[in-house]
């Protein structure tokens, strides 16, 4: 109905929901946008909420999405769930399914033309995954890629023009019996632009302690100082540490962990009302070698490069 445009939907603790809200109660800035609040069924028995196909969401006020909401509100880090790209892997069934007993442990597969906002070759296999606690991917389910994979996603808008950071989260599963990930080289292209490559291949079997990921524990540093400096030494490598604001099977969140790491893929200027793409090739014959796609971020520069640093959640 309205295309380019976005909604960010917070949860806070309180049990509210809000569309483009910005900050939290215990963030350094606090709440700097309120934003719209969504009203539960129980609060307004006044309305009539009975809907043939669907459901009713009261507002408390006019959903504006202008320039000032663009700019202000959502001038934020957007965390996407791979598995949400398209509204097909969610009309199927596939997405969000729990891991209840051992015969709901299966995935969902996707013939080629049947997802829109995702094109992918004859030899692409397609999964969407069970949703698991013991997964260490960011809220227990992801995407799996297999075969000789060649796979292009439309990335979600961007609600200002501007410089963002395009980021992918990784679980390289390195020293496991069960590590099974490959080589990928991955693109960007613009509208109906030629596809760039993100640099060079990227290796998805690497370790945060290989040198080319030079990933150092938060508790093996000696304070802030020391973390900063290795965060920007990861940067420079074009890594970054796992959030911690999820854990994942094991101990500890996923930013205590060397094996799961967020790779930037590229930093481009990108407009509001234009399409982008990424997309993921296979660099190495190997039809066993799997690409697990979970979570990409998009950030705006005034957070990643911004006075405040960015939060490490």
Same mark, same amino acid.
């Given at each position: 109905?309205?295309?380019?445009?976005?909604?960010?939907?917070?949860?806070?603790?309180?049990?509210?929901?809000?569309?483009?809200?910005?900050? &939290?109660?215990?963030?350094?800035?606090?709440?700097?946008?309120?934003? %719209?609040?969504?009203?539960?069924?129980? $609060?307004?028995?006044d309305f009539d909420q009975t809907a043939l196909n669907g459901q009713y969401h009261l507002l408390d006020e006019i959903l504006l999405y202008t320039d000032e909401v663009r700019q202000n509100n959502l001038n934020t880090r957007m965390r996407i769930m791979c598995n949400t790209m398209s509204p097909d892997f969610i009309n199927s069934g596939a997405r969000g399914r729990f891991r209840a007993t051992e015969s709901d442990r299966y995935t969902t597969g996707f013939?080629?033309?049947? =997802?829109?906002? %995702?094109?992918?070759?004859? /030899?692409?296999?397609?999964? %969407?995954?069970?949703?698991d606690q013991s997964f260490s991917c960011f809220l227990g389910d992801e995407m799996t890629i297999r075969g000789i994979y060649d796979v292009t996603f439309r990335l979600p808008p961007v609600p200002n023009d501007g410089t963002y /950071?395009?980021?992918?989260? /990784? =679980?390289?599963?390195? !020293?496991?019996?069960?590590?099974?990930?490959? %080589?990928?080289?991955?693109?960007?292209?613009?509208?109906?632009? /030629?596809?760039?490559? =993100?640099?060079?291949?990227?290796?998805?079997? @690497? #370790?945060?302690?290989?040198?080319?990921? !030079?990933?150092? &524990?938060?508790? $093996?540093?000696?304070?802030e100082g020391e973390i900063l400096a290795n965060e920007k030494a990861m940067r420079n490598r074009g890594y970054m540490k &796992?959030? #911690?604001?999820?854990?994942?099977?094991?101990? !500890?969140?996923?930013?205590?962990?060397?094996? =799961? @790491?967020?790779?930037?893929?590229?930093?481009?200027?990108?407009? &509001?009302?234009?399409?982008?793409y990424i997309r993921i090739r296979l660099v190495l014959d190997n039809p066993t070698a799997v690409c697990p796609f979970n979570v990409i971020e998009i950030v705006p520069k005034s957070v990643y490069l911004g006075e405040i640093p960015e939060d490490r959640h």
């Open positions: 109905m309205m295309p380019h445009s976005v909604m960010r939907i917070s949860y806070p603790k309180s049990g509210d929901r809000f569309i483009n809200r910005k900050g &939290a109660t215990k963030a350094a800035r606090g709440i700097e946008f309120k934003g %719209v609040r969504i009203w539960s069924p129980a $609060e307004r028995t013939k080629k033309g049947f =997802c829109k906002n %995702v094109e992918y070759s004859d /030899e692409t296999q397609l999964w %969407v995954r069970y949703r /950071e395009i980021r992918m989260f /990784e =679980c390289t599963l390195a !020293g496991s019996d069960f590590s099974d990930r490959g %080589v990928v080289q991955i693109y960007f292209k613009e509208g109906d632009g /030629e596809f760039q490559p =993100c640099g060079i291949p990227v290796d998805l079997t @690497l #370790d945060g302690n290989n040198p080319k990921v !030079g990933w150092i &524990a938060d508790s $093996e540093l000696s304070g &796992a959030m #911690d604001s999820y854990t994942g099977s094991g101990s !500890g969140n996923l930013r205590e962990r060397s094996d =799961c @790491l967020r790779k930037i893929l590229t930093n481009d200027y990108m407009y &509001a009302n234009k399409d982008y």
